[in-house]
């Protein structure tokens, strides 16, 4: 069992993919020659060739529209975004040709989105977004966010066998800190399931991506103090798991819902407005909304730091929630 | 309606000229056009039987009809509003295009998606969205699946001379060029863009101009000579289907109508739809085919009568379709497995 | 192998202190990024690091171009264009090492910031994004009958987008004083401009948008200045926008972290002869718009202790304070 960084988990899962599935490819800047940025992509060219990792022009537009014609006549791209905040420059592409296809007149789009997201690493306020929101509203359209290396790689071969548009953000933060050991076969997590990293009997902390971590440290400080906290990682943003949702608010009654996106608009809401609809008899306390201000990303670590949210934070909030 | 006198088709030399068994499909297919657009626009629309807005591409037809003539089955086309000749071309029944517009369950998108807004991959048509210029992409990602697989088809992608603004087209354009992939860019260039004319919308006279901004060839077409618009589009077929790249192809036209059925182009110079009534395509075409002794008056009746005849059974039978029901709103937002 | 020089072109006009201040801004731009760069490598720059090496030509000369008046929006290599127009070291120093007084108190990072009283609109990483906000500036000024100009850059690559287009057929069509130079180094990252498009000169697009062309070498700091003069009279008379292909090339990676092993060693060597600063120095000398070598040691000795200096004070500056944190999302 290989020892793998998520980031290789990643390479590794879109690998085998195009090994066994020669309807795979790959396109973007700077995939082929360089490896892309990140070096996702590292290699893919020697192996698959010019024709299938494709090195494009800076046309988000472009890579995203020819995903879309590409896999309207049975190919399976996997399209990415050098940073996850160039999605805006295909927000168009996306929302109104990808996600609208099958619904208007019954064709499929199989393409993924994939890119780095998030902060933590001095990026600033274009090379540290979280973009799921601008995309949650838009039937037709998955969107999902791996936290672990063995999620990573299950889940980019699920969205690329997957028969509708999958946005797959991997957090940035994650690449080279999260190792873990793989099974070698072939595994494929499912989109639309969220994953219990911690089971707990006073208190959920409902997140995804990078602050899985943040929540479980805070968990751990927390039982130290006999506060029995459990950690719900979604996984899949869209759809949302509603049913393990559901059932974490009311096994503990008292929940948290954590995210690395601003507040205003945050998926947070939605999940908050499920538990409240349909679990509102179970809660013994309100729901608390952990997420950075409204503001852009700020790039000074001083700022950053402000921004985002931190282990003492979920602690604190936790603290008070659990004395409610 | 009133006879106006048709401006010959000038005689010149083309590569590629239809022989009488292709003229004689384009005529047809060029006045079934004619006929269920004006059946659309005229009648059905006014007459409250239509649901939604309205886009037809009169004084067109010979753009559509005679590029995708050339079209093999396999081949993939991406149209715009104004391109319906592309879809009776390729086998889809008027029928069902008058269920579209009406928004019935049998049309092509199942009351989905209005008008020209469809498409059906089993006839290899994508369906267009109503921000133009987005199909500039996507047409070149169906070429360059082929290209991948070793397979010689082409993309055919039709936009208007509006949609040259928009940075997808530029985008699109850019990687075809770059990727020398099997796709053709046809321009409608038909002088207007909703109320804005040619010289609002960009500083050239020329969209073909912008060929040389990409590496390709860029070429100037008569857009009301269906058999120019033959030639020109059999050229740019071929260069793409060997292997040599996108073209650019823009034919000259004009836009006989409003930018859809509501809009009464007031803005339009009455003069511009005289000249251009006189240079009107199928007319020209009639003109031509009686001269050469391959048609007669009566015939031309007669084919009219056979298209009209054709609408007439594709609006009883549309009407007679139900709606979509309620509970379907919901249905394949996601693949449900077919 | 003959020397490459560069020489004034025949339409220029200068005077020896304009002479003297191209030198000093290239050398200044050059300097500085050095000086960025031993601060990186002792991780005192916080995020990544960009350099123009090479490339200071463009920048000063086309920036010196400018009038009182005017905008200058710049991209992540035109450092040398900022310091024409008045930033100074310090700032620069204190925006990469994310201090409270650089010129956005450590909110966003690199060349992202600007001064709108000084004419100066800040970049987005979104390349080419500016060329549509800076139509719009330039709109305004024909609006108002202004003798201005706006002026921005683009690299090879942000040609291939869709703001590009948009923002210079806009431009062209409404006839705006709008200077767009496009700095064509050869490489966007790791692709070489032969897969960005298919072109080999990207000024043949200025015929594709109505809008007079020209390409200049980047690396002669005259004929950019001179290039840049002429653009700015001809648009500024109504003439619409002008797109100035200034070829030079890339000399480092696309950022610090980029060892740009993809690139050819005898490309890096032949572009090595061609440094746009040794062969402008050579130029002062050999025209005696210098009196010798020591006033050039002079020069560059001044630019040396200026950057001591601003790196002192950068240094010594505090990390912004959390409380700062929501200033200035709404007015």
Redesign the interface.
């Known amino acids: 069992m290989p020892v793998t960084t998520y980031l290789d988990a990643i390479k590794d899962g879109i690998w085998e993919e195009m090994e066994k599935d020669d309807r795979v490819f790959v396109l973007g800047e700077d995939v082929g020659i360089y490896g892309g940025a990140f070096k996702v992509t590292k290699g893919m060219l020697d192996r698959f060739g010019p024709m299938r990792v494709i090195d494009t022009p800076i046309s988000e537009s472009a890579i995203v529209g020819a995903a879309i014609g590409a896999a309207l006549v049975g190919m399976r791209p996997v399209a990415e975004m050098q940073f996850i905040d160039f999605i805006s420059c295909c927000f168009d592409q996306i929302v109104n040709f990808a996600a609208k296809c099958r619904y208007r007149w019954g064709a499929g789009v199989p393409i993924v989105v994939r890119g780095p997201c998030g902060g933590g690493v001095h990026g600033g306020p274009f090379h540290s977004q979280n973009p799921e929101s601008y995309f949650f509203n838009v039937p037709g359209l998955k969107i999902v966010c791996p936290s672990t290396a063995y999620d990573a790689k299950g889940l980019i071969k699920a969205a690329i066998r997957d028969p509708d548009p999958v946005l797959y953000f991997e957090h940035k933060f994650l690449y080279r800190r999260i190792k873990e050991d793989l099974p070698t076969d072939d595994f494929v997590v499912p989109i639309g399931k969220a994953a219990l990293r911690r089971e707990g009997d006073d208190l959920s902390i409902i997140t995804y991506g990078a602050m899985v971590y943040k929540a479980l440290e805070a968990a751990e400080e927390l039982s130290k103090t006999g506060l029995d906290v459990e950690v719900l990682d979604l996984r899949s943003i869209l759809p949302l798991d509603e049913e393990a949702i559901l059932a974490t608010a009311k096994k503990t009654s008292k929940v948290i819902v954590l995210h690395e996106a601003t507040m205003t608009g945050g998926p947070g809401g939605e999940v908050v407005a499920r538990i409240a609809e349909k679990a509102f008899e179970y809660l013994d306390g309100p729901i608390v909304r952990i997420a950075p201000p409204d503001t852009p990303v700020p790039y000074s670590p001083t700022l950053e730091e402000a921004f985002l949210p931190q282990t003492r934070d979920i602690v604190a909030a936790a603290r008070k929630l659990a004395a409610y | 309606m009133v006879e106006r006198q048709a401006v010959p088709v000038r005689k010149s030399r083309f590569a590629h000229v239809p022989d009488d068994g292709a003229k004689l499909k384009m005529l047809h297919f060029m006045k079934l056009v004619r006929e269920i657009e004006d059946r659309i626009e005229r009648k059905l629309y006014r007459q409250g039987r239509i649901v939604g807005g309205v886009y037809v591409g009169r004084g067109q037809e010979a753009i559509s009809v005679g590029t995708a003539i050339h079209m093999e089955k396999d081949d993939v086309v991406a149209p715009s509003h104004r391109d319906m000749g592309v879809f009776l071309m390729r086998g889809i029944t008027p029928r069902r295009i008058i269920a579209q517009y009406m928004g019935r369950r049998a049309g092509l998108t199942r009351g989905r998606d209005g008008n020209m807004h469809m498409g059906d991959m089993d006839y290899n048509v994508i369906a267009f969205v109503s921000h133009l210029g987005d199909n500039v992409p996507v047409a070149a990602g169906a070429a360059l699946a082929f290209t991948q697989r070793g397979e010689k088809r082409v993309a055919l992608c039709y936009n208007g001379e509006g949609a040259t603004s928009r940075g997808d087209w530029h985008e699109g354009l850019n990687l075809a060029s770059v990727h020398k992939l099997p796709v053709v860019y046809f321009i409608n260039n038909n002088a207007y863009a909703y109320s804005t004319p040619m010289e609002l919308q960009m500083a050239i006279p020329d969209v073909a101009i912008r060929a040389s901004s990409y590496g390709i060839p860029g070429e100037i077409v008569d857009g009301n000579d269906i058999v120019a618009v033959y030639d020109a589009a059999k050229r740019a077929i071929d260069r793409a289907r060997s292997g040599l790249g996108p073209s650019l192809v823009e034919f000259k036209t004009f836009r006989m109508t409003g930018h859809s059925a509501h809009d009464d182009a007031g803005y339009v110079p009455p003069a511009l739809f005289e000249e251009w009534q006189r240079k009107d395509p199928i007319l020209r075409f009639e003109k031509a085919l009686v001269d050469e002794g391959v048609l007669t008056p009566a015939r031309i009746e007669e084919m009219q009568k056979e298209c009209a005849a054709m609408i007439d059974d594709a609006v009883d039978w549309a009407e007679q379709q139900p709606f979509p029901a309620p509970e379907e709103v919901t249905r394949d937002v996601y693949y449900e497995g077919k | 192998m003959s020397e490459y020089t560069v020489s004034a072109p025949a339409s220029l006009t200068l005077d020896r202190t304009g002479y003297l201040e191209l030198y000093y801004f290239m050398v200044l731009n050059r300097k500085l990024e050095e000086r960025l760069g031993i601060l990186y490598r002792q991780n005192k720059v916080?995020?990544g690091l960009y350099s123009s090496l090479g490339q200071e030509a463009c920048s000063v000369g086309s920036a010196y171009a400018l009038e009182r008046g005017d905008f200058l929006a710049p991209m992540i290599r035109n450092l040398g264009a900022m310091l024409v127009r008045g930033v100074k070291p310090v700032d620069v120093m204190a925006q990469y090492c994310?201090?409270?007084i650089?010129p956005?108190?450590?909110?966003?990072?690199n060349l992202?910031f600007g001064w709108i009283d000084r004419g100066i609109i800040s970049p987005?990483?979104?390349?080419a994004a500016l060329v549509p906000v800076m139509a719009g500036i330039a709109l305004e000024m024909k609006m108002k009958g202004k003798q201005n100009m706006a002026i921005t850059y683009v690299g090879d690559?942000?040609t291939?987008?869709?703001?590009?287009?948009?923002g210079m057929?806009?431009a062209?069509?409404q006839?705006v004083p709008l200077v767009v130079v496009v700095e064509n180094n050869l490489w966007?990252?790791?692709?070489h401009v032969s897969?960005?498009?298919?072109?080999v000169d990207l000024v043949?697009?200025a015929?594709?948008?109505?809008?007079y062309g020209e390409i200049v070498d980047g690396n002669n700091v005259l004929a950019v200045l001179d290039a840049t003069r002429r653009a700015r009279a001809r648009c500024v008379a109504g003439g619409?926008p002008v797109m100035i292909e200034a070829k030079t090339f890339r000399r480092k990676g696309h950022a610090e972290h980029d060892d740009a092993g993809?690139v050819p060693q005898e490309q890096r060597a032949e572009w090595e002869k061609k440094d746009p600063i040794d062969a402008y120095r050579r130029l002062l000398l050999a025209r005696g718009l210098v009196t010798g070598e020591p006033e050039i040691t002079e020069i560059d000795a001044k630019i040396t202790a200026i950057l001591e200096d601003a790196a002192n004070v950068a240094l010594a500056a505090p990390?912004?304070?959390?409380s700062?944190?929501?200033e200035n999302?709404y007015g």
């Open positions: 916080v995020g994310a201090r409270a650089g956005t108190g450590g909110k966003d990072l992202h987005i990483s979104m390349l690559g942000a291939s987008t869709t703001d590009f287009h948009e057929n806009f062209a069509v006839k966007a990252y790791s692709t897969r960005q498009a298919n072109v043949v697009r015929e594709g948008y109505g809008c619409g993809y990390f912004p304070d959390p700062t944190l929501m999302v």
